[in-house]
C-alpha cells in the first residue's frame, strides 16, 4: 500500500519497494557514563507490513533500541535506518515516517485532547489539523472526547490518545513501547485490534516491545529475543512455532530460549 | 479551506503562549505585578508631593524663625519621571522573579508532562526548538512590559498634577525597553537552570539564587557604605564617595557582574536620572542576556531525552 506522507519536501531513498523497512546493521550502543554496552552488534532486517514483536526481559535493551529507531539516542557504533533512511544523517526524514508510543505516554494534562493532539500534528507538519484528529478519533472509535482535558483521563484513555498522536502523520513505521503495560483485559483487546487494523488497513509496519507473549502469538507476524543486549533469536512467528514444536505456548518457547543462553 | 501545513517553529511559540497563560503561578505572579504597577505611580507622586510639602513646610517654619540662608529645594531640576522610580523596585523584584517563573516553567512544564519525546520523534531540530522557545518566552515577556507600560501610563494621565516633560511618554517607553532586556536575562537563566538540573526545586532554587548574588550580594559588596543605594536607585546616579580601599576594590572588581547595579543605572538613564554610563551598562547588560540565551541553548541542545523516557 502506498503511505500518504505529510507535505514536506520528501527526498526518497534509492531503495526497492520490498526492502526492509527497518534495518539495524551492528547496531551498538554503550552509555557514555560507566561504559556499559547495552547493545552488542545487532543485525536485523524487518519487511514491509509485518508486526514485528520486540521480546526480552527488564533491562535487555529493548527501549535502548527503540530510542534509536526514533532517532531520540544515537547509537554508539553500527547503523539504523527507516525507510532507508539513515536514523542519524538523515533523523528528519526518519521521524516523517515513524510515530512512537512511549511506554509511559504523558500529554499536557491541563490540555484538552484535541489540544494535545493538534500541537503535535502541527509538529509532524500535519495539514488540515482538525479534519485529521477527526478521522484518526474516528479510526480508534474515540470520537467524543476531544474537548475533555487529559487529566480526566484514565490509563486506557490516555494509550488511545497515545495511539492517535503515533498515527497523525499516517507514518509508514509505528514503534509501541510496551503497549499493554496497565491495561485491563478489555483494553489489552482493544489495542489488539486497533494494531491489526493499522496493519491491515493502513499497511503500517509495527515494531512493539513487549512482554507479553499471549497478545504476541495474536498479533505479531515475526518476533525477535533480545537476551542482555544481544539478538539471540529472530524469526516469523510461523517458523518459530515449526522449530519448537514440543512447546505448546510461545511463553514456553521464549524460556527455553532464555534458558539456552 | 487552508491546507497548508502549519509552521513547526510558529507551533511550539503559539503552544508556549498559550501554556503560559494557563499557568496557575505565572498569573498569580502578573497580578500581584499589575496591582503594583497601577499604584506605582501614585506612590511615586505622593512620596514627592509629601517632600516638597515637608520642604515648605520648613522653609515657613525658619523664614518664622528669622533664618534668611535656607537650601534650595532639593527636587528642583530632578525629572518628574523620577515618580515611576518605583517601577524600578518591582521589576528589579517582582519582576526578575516573575522573569524567572516563565523562564523555568517554559522547559520544567515539557519535563514534567514527559512530552519531549513525543516532541523530538517529529521533524523538528533542536536549533528549531530552541529557538522557538526562546522567542515564545521573550514574546511573553515583551507582552508583559508593554501592558506594564500601558498600566503605568494610564494611571500617570489620572494625576492631574503630574505633568511629564516632552517626550515623557516616549523615555518611559525606553526605561520599559531597558527593564524588558533586564527580564528576559533573568527568564534566560531560569530556562538554563531548568534544562541542566534535574530536581525541579533545584532548578528553581539556583536561579533565585544568581537573582539574589546580582541584585543584592553584589550591589552590597560594589556600593559598599551605601548599601541600600540599589533601593533608593537617585543615589546610584551620584559619584561613588571614597569609602576605603576594599570597597573601592570590591566596585572595580564586581560591578561589572552586578546586572542590578547594571540595569538601574541603564534604566535611570532612561527616566532623566542621570545618564552618567547607562549606556555602557545598557550594553553590558545586553551581553549578559546574550550569554544566558547561548547557555540555555547549549544545554538544551545537549539534553539527553531519553532520561524522560524513565519518568
Known amino acids: ?261 | 479551506m487552508n491546507t497548508r501545513a502549519p509552521s513547526v517553529f510558529a507551533s511550539v511559540v503559539r503552544h508556549e503562549l498559550t501554556t503560559l497563560a494557563r499557568e496557575k503561578t505565572f498569573l498569580l505572579l502578573l497580578a500581584i505585578f499589575m496591582a503594583m504597577t497601577f499604584f506605582s505611580v501614585y506612590i511615586g507622586w505622593f512620596t514627592r508631593t509629601t517632600t516638597e510639602a515637608i520642604y515648605h513646610a520648613s522653609v515657613a517654619y525658619l523664614a518664622a524663625q528669622g533664618v534668611t540662608s535656607i537650601v534650595a529645594d532639593p527636587l528642583t531640576g530632578v525629572s518628574p519621571l523620577l515618580v515611576f522610580d518605583n517601577m524600578l523596585v518591582y521589576l528589579l523584584l517582582i519582576g526578575a522573579l516573575l522573569a524567572i517563573v516563565i523562564g523555568h516553567r517554559s522547559f520544567i512544564r515539557e519535563r514534567a508532562a514527559g512530552v519531549l519525546p513525543l516532541v523530538f520523534v517529529r521533524p523538528i531540530s533542536r536549533a528549531q526548538y530552541i529557538g522557538a522557545k526562546l522567542l515564545g518566552v521573550l514574546l511573553a515577556l515583551t507582552g508583559i512590559v508593554f501592558a506594564t507600560y500601558a498600566v503605568s501610563a494610564f494611571s500617570a494621565a489620572f494625576i492631574p498634577a503630574l505633568r511629564l516633560p516632552a517626550g515623557g511618554y516616549a523615555a518611559l517607553l525606553g526605561f520599559y525597553a531597558v527593564s524588558l532586556v533586564y527580564l528576559a536575562f533573568f527568564a534566560a537563566v531560569g530556562l538554563f537552570f531548568s534544562v541542566i538540573m534535574k530536581n525541579e526545586s533545584t532548578a528553581l532554587f539556583m536561579p533565585i539564587l544568581v537573582w539574589v548574588a546580582a541584585v543584592f550580594i553584589l550591589p552590597e559588596l560594589t556600593t559598599g557604605q551605601n548599601p541600600v543605594a540599589l533601593l533608593n536607585p537617585v543615589t546610584l546616579t551620584g559619584a561613588i564617595p571614597d569609602q576605603g580601599s576594599f570597597f573601592t576594590a570590591a566596585h572595580r572588581l564586581l560591578s561589572p557582574f552586578s546586572v542590578g547595579q547594571l540595569y538601574t543605572r541603564s534604566a535611570l538613564g532612561m527616566l532623566g536620572g542621570g545618564i552618567g554610563n547607562s549606556i555602557a551598562s545598557l550594553f553590558a547588560l545586553l551581553a549578559y542576556v546574550g550569554v544566558a540565551i547561548g547557555a540555555s541553548a547549549f544545554a538544551l541542545r545537549r539534553y539527553a531525552v531519553t532520561r524522560d523516557l524513565y519518568l
Open chain 1, 1 to 261: 500500500m502506498h503511505m500518504k506522507l505529510p507535505s514536506h519536501a520528501v527526498v526518497e531513498p534509492n531503495i526497492k519497494k520490498d526492502a526492509p523497512v527497518i534495518e539495524l546493521d551492528g547496531l551498538t550502543h554503550s552509555y557514555a557514563y560507566g561504559g556499559e554496552t547495552v547493545l552488542h552488534d545487532l543485525n536485523l532486517a524487518i519487511p514491509r507490513g509485518e508486526i514485528f514483536g520486540f521480546l526480552g526481559h527488564n533491562g535487555a535493551g529493548k527501549t535502548t533500541t527503540i530510542s534509536i529507531l526514533t532517532t531520540l539516542l544515537r547509537q554508539t557504533a553500527g547503523a539504523a535506518r527507516i525507510a532507508g533512511f539513515d536514523t542519524v544523517s538523515e533523523a528528519d526524514e526518519v521521524r516523517r515516517r515513524i510515530g512512537y508510543l512511549p511506554e509511559n505516554v504523558t500529554f499536557y494534562n491541563d490540555l484538552t485532547a484535541y489540544e494535545n493532539l493538534a500541537y503535535f500534528a502541527r509538529l509532524s507538519g500535519v495539514k488540515n489539523v482538525d479534519e485529521r484528529i477527526d478521522e484518526v478519533l474516528g479510526f480508534l472509535d474515540f470520537r467524543g472526547i476531544e474537548h475533555r482535558k487529559l487529566k480526566t483521563f484514565s490509563k486506557g484513555m490516555r494509550q488511545r490518545i497515545g495511539l492517535a498522536q503515533a498515527i497523525l502523520h499516517e507514518p509508514e513505521v509505528v514503534f509501541l513501547d510496551e503497549p499493554t503495560t496497565g491495561l485491563d483485559p478489555v483494553g489489552i483487546k482493544n489495542l489488539r485490534d486497533v494494531i491489526l487494523r493499522l496493519n491491515q488497513e493502513k499497511g503500517m509496519t509495527i515494531f512493539m516491545n513487549t512482554h507479553l507473549l499471549s497478545e504476541v502469538s495474536k498479533t505479531c507476524t515475526s518476533i525477535g529475543v533480545l537476551n542482555r543486549g544481544r539478538l539471540i533469536y529472530n524469526e516469523s512467528l510461523e517458523k518459530t512455532l515449526a522449530d519448537f514444536p514440543d512447546e505448546v505456548s510461545l511463553e514456553a518457547i521464549y524460556v527455553q530460549m532464555e534458558e539456552l543462553v
